[in-house]
T-cell receptor, first 116, second 111 residues
Framework: ETGVTQTPRHLVMGMTNKKSLKCEQHLGHNAMYWYKQSAKKPLELMFVYSLEERVENNSVPSRFSPECPNSSHLFLHLHTLQPEDSALYLC???????????????FGEGSRLTVL | SQQGEEDPQALSIQEGENATMNCSYKTSINNLQWYRQNSGRGLVHLILIRSNEREKHSGRLRVTLDTSKKSSSLLITASRAADTASYFCAPISLAGNQFYFGTGTSLSVIP
């Protein structure tokens, strides 16, 4: 198994659908992250979890709902999205939820979301 | 803003040439990290330089850091077509501790 696995790799959904993105890490890390990457924009840090507790929520609309049932799994539940939410959603993990500790992020391959 | 800003936005060079990209940031940092992203894939960590370091090497990569100018540069020597990717910096501020990225530098290495 690779370090960080994201499923599905591609997802097409209508604005009224409910879907979920899944991320699993096999590195024994304590922190997990969701990023949104849209064309021509900086990567947007959405949520950070440390030991299953949310430690950062960067003003993300409520139509995105994260869930971290344990330190190895992270979900992003999607509900009534807008076309502008179409993007590449990247999951990452790190040993600690602090860049100051000198750790690095390990990313998954991303889930490409298209909202029709 | 805690994110870095990479410059130039796009860079195209011939195989064998050196590629230099820059990162500017606004806050005092603990360390700065560079990542690479192949098209449509996840980011991969390349190198970390601490605030008390001025230069660091890893294979064909050379990173410099000038904290007085709040800037860093990434040099890739003897570039290869496989180096074609986007490159991002993440300055880790003293005040915060999260990883914020900019829009990256898109590097094209022409065979």
């Amino acid at each position: 198994e690779t370090g960080v696995t994201q499923t599905p790799r591609h997802l097409v959904m209508g604005m009224t659908n409910k879907k979920s993105l899944k991320c699993e890490q096999h590195l024994g890390h304590n922190a997990m992250y969701w990023y949104k990457q849209s064309a021509k924009k900086p990567l947007e840090l959405m949520f950070v979890y440390s030991l299953e507790e949310r430690v950062e929520n960067n003003s993300v609309p409520s139509r995105f709902s994260p869930e971290c049932p344990n330190s190895s799994h992270l979900f992003l539940h999607l509900h009534t999205l807008q076309p502008e939410d179409s993007a590449l959603y990247l999951c990452a993990s790190s040993q600690a939820a602090s860049g100051r500790a000198g750790g690095e992020l390990f990313f998954g391959e991303g889930s490409r979301l298209t909202v029709l | 803003s805690q994110q870095g800003e990479e410059d130039p936005q796009a860079l195209s060079i011939q195989e064998g040439e050196n590629a230099t990209m820059n990162c500017s940031y606004k806050t005092s940092i603990n360390n700065l990290q560079w990542y690479r992203q192949n098209s449509g894939r996840g980011l991969v960590h390349l190198i970390l330089i601490r605030s008390n370091e001025r230069e660091k090497h890893s294979g064909r990569l050379r990173v410099t850091l000038d904290t007085s100018k709040k800037s860093s540069s990434l040099l890739i020597t003897a570039s290869r077509a496989a180096d074609t990717a986007s490159y991002f910096c993440a300055p880790i501020s003293l005040a915060g501790n999260q990883f914020y990225f900019g829009t990256g530098t898109s590097l094209s290495v022409i065979p």
